[in-house]
């Protein structure tokens, strides 16, 4: 038997909501249930994780550190993907396009005047990061007035022919990108007049560049969980669930679709120019189909419409590559060598296929959805409910 | 002039294998209310499978068997990974269609190797000219066996009791449930003739050029002409097939004199120009159905 429970009388607006003594997992109020950290053991266990992260240089060796570093870029990325696709619910296939313009400008900024390729020489992060942003960002307000003309498959198709046009001009404008199979050097990191990609006395150039990406995903992660819990957030899901129905009670739909692409190719754009900073380079064919189904594998393997998910379905896509790299010690029938029948990049693109096709037919909500499965487990244990 | 014809007559060859893959598209569409990106591989693994078969079968028994193959391979997809999904999201299935051709384009690719493989066709590179207009060969084959493919298929959609049965499902699928029809038998047919069909086309496309691991792209422009012609018209997916096919043709032609600073092969990518243009002009295409509710 459980003890008699009283509803909570309605509390005037603008008073701070009180914790009831003895029941700290009980809410009382609306405010309480958005907090972004609503239950301790979530403040806990984030906090841990971050210092955690923030603790990896000193843990880690220096090519891990550049793996995880290219993680926490790709993680931003699949937070755009899934702010566009798993919240406002517009299919996009078109995610690599953005990716580009975003690597693009921030490599145009930060690139050696003197160079082969087109190059401004403004070397500091936070103009170039947030320049790529916001020229992927006015790319994705072009984009946006098809996505209100069109829904669904429509949307899908023209995305996908956004990616080859885009691969096309990129494979032609040489003096931009250097060419198909030449390509460019990536953008060069500057902070406070020390080059990050640089090695220096007390860190070297991959734990930099790690803290880097690390700092800027918790901003934008941040900043992304806090979109979704706004009115913003509340708009995209009420147009992915029921358009017409979001309409009709008032969410202006041009407009927030607009705001949906925007935002997610300012993420795209950002992420592009944060991974081709750790890679160093930029080939102009690596903007293709195949990249923008990645960062769709990443949003559907980590959890539609979940902030946390598309980080967990980011490292998993990243990491994944060095797993299949380690099969042939265990599966001695898989080879290194790419001439081989079965090698281990083939390996790779089958599982992308498979890993896509298995989540959606076996766990629809992803990584997420798994680990909401082992906390609701462990909650009552050892009781079954 | 001459020039501009045997140019619009290649176009019109090219853009009959459009319109074969567009048909595959169109059938799985209409069908389950899905596009199928699996379409790629399927086409890959038809011109792989001839290009094994027509060692010791000839070019026409290989074709045939070729076309068996790719179907049954097709209803093979259908009953293992897409009928599971029935009734989930559009978007999930197409989705899942995506992960099947990234898959099954590796598995064909390891057939494939590094070389270029010959479907050992009997045009080649060959050509006739008629009243001073050349065009080769193998584009009045591509053309004339579209016509006859799709005089036969229309005929089928027409005149036969599945036909019917496939056009009620089409438009109804829970009516078309409780008149009696079953529906998954339709799901299984539509994926086979588009398997069939994008053998074809595959074979097809590989005539002369033969067979590597970049051919797939080919078949993405029949996405452009499906949009042409609206998502869910058979007739549309003809026209702009073949639309999209005298227009890439053209392109190629004109292009480097008149607008050279597009760069080289920009003919590849002017299907999906086209494509933005119709879309801002006409979102559900030439021929496809008006959705009644606007957003």
């Not at chain 2, 068997?65 to 259908?78: H, Q, R, S, T, Y």
């Amino acid at each position: 038997m459980s003890a008699p429970t009283t509803t909570p009388p309605e509390r005037p607006a603008g008073r701070k909501p009180r914790q009831l003594s003895g029941r700290p997992g009980l809410y009382t109020s609306y405010s309480q249930h958005l907090r972004l950290l609503n239950t301790r053991p979530k403040l806990v266990a984030v906090l841990a994780l971050v210092l955690l992260a923030f603790a990896m240089p000193w843990l880690a060796q220096d090519n891990t550190l550049s793996l995880l570093g290219l993680a926490c870029a790709a993680s931003i990325g699949a937070i755009g993907l899934n702010i566009v696709t798993g919240y406002a619910g517009q299919v996009s296939l078109g995610h690599a396009f953005f990716l580009a313009i975003g690597a693009y400008t921030a490599a145009v900024l930060s690139g050696d005047p003197a160079g082969r390729t087109i190059g401004f020489g403004v070397t500091n992060v936070v103009v170039w990061l947030l320049a790529a942003g916001l020229v992927a960002a006015l790319f994705g307000v072009l984009v946006a007035p098809l996505a209100t003309r069109l829904r669904g498959l429509y949307l899908a198709i023209v995305t996908l022919g956004l990616v080859f046009i885009g691969e096309h001009v990129f494979k032609e404008w040489r003096g931009l990108t250097g060419g198909a199979g030449v390509g460019r050097p990536g953008p060069v990191p500057e902070l406070f007049g020390v080059n990050l990609a640089d090695s220096g006395d007390v860190f070297t150039s991959d734990q930099k560049l790690y803290l880097l990406m690390l700092v800027c995903l918790v901003v934008f992660g941040v900043l992304a969980r806090n979109l979704a819990r706004s009115k913003v957030g509340r708009a995209f899901a009420a147009i992915r669930d029921r358009d017409i129905a979001a309409s009709v009670i008032g969410v202006n739909l041009a407009h927030y679709k607009m705001i949906a692409f925007a935002v997610s190719s300012f993420y795209a754009g950002v992420a592009g120019a944060l991974v081709y900073t750790i890679t160093g380079f930029i080939e102009p064919t690596s903007f293709n189909l195949l990249l923008s189904v990645q960062y769709i594998a990443m949003v559907l393997i980590g959890g539609v419409a979940t902030i946390s998910g598309s980080i967990m379905g980011a490292f998993f896509i990243t990491l994944l590559p060095a797993l299949t790299r380690e099969s042939p010690t265990i599966l001695p029938f898989i080879s290194n060598d790419a001439s081989a029948p079965l090698n281990v990049f083939q390996v790779e693109t089958v599982l992308y296929g498979l890993l896509i096709i298995g989540f959606l037919i076996f766990e629809p909500r992803g990584l997420f959805g798994i680990w909401t499965r082992i906390r609701n487990y462990w909650k009552a244990w050892p009781f079954s409910y | 002039m001459k020039e501009l014809l045997s140019s619009t007559l290649a176009g019109l060859g090219q853009g009959s294998i459009y319109a074969l893959l567009a048909l595959g598209f169109v059938i799985i569409y209409k069908s389950m209310r899905v596009i199928s990106f699996a379409q790629p591989a399927l086409m890959l693994a038809g011109a792989v499978l001839v290009s094994y078969l027509v060692g010791p079968f000839g070019f026409i028994l290989a074709v045939i068997l070729g076309v068996v193959g790719i179907a049954l391979l097709g209803l093979g997809l259908e009953r293992t990974v897409i009928r599971p999904m029935v009734g989930k999201p559009v978007f999930v299935v197409a989705i899942i269609t995506l992960g099947i051709d990234i898959a099954l384009r590796v598995v064909i690719n390891g057939f494939i190797g590094t070389d270029v493989r010959q479907v050992g066709d009997p045009w080649g590179f060959s050509r006739v000219s008629f009243l001073g207009v050349t065009v080769q060969e193998r584009y009045i084959a591509m053309f004339l066996t579209t016509v006859v493919v799709i005089t036969v298929l229309f005929a089928f959609f027409k005149y036969t009791r599945l036909g019917l049965a496939t056009r009620a499902a089409s438009f109804d699928q829970e009516t078309a449930l409780a008149q009696g029809i079953s529906v998954s038998t339709v799901f299984a047919m539509a994926w086979a003739i588009a398997g069939g069909l994008a053998a074809i086309a595959g074979t097809f496309v590989a005539t002369g050029v033969g067979v590597d691991q970049q051919l797939w792209i080919i078949a993405l422009k029949a996405l452009p002409a499906i949009i042409l012609g609206g998502l869910d018209s058979l007739g549309g997916a003809v026209v702009g097939g073949l639309t999209i096919g005298v227009v890439e043709s053209l392109v190629a032609t004109y292009q480097s004199d008149f607008a050279p600073w597009l760069g080289d092969n920009f003919s590849v990518v002017s299907p999906y120009v086209v494509m933005l243009l119709v879309l801002l002009v006409k979102p559900y295409g030439l021929f496809g159905t008006r959705e009644v509710e606007r957003v």
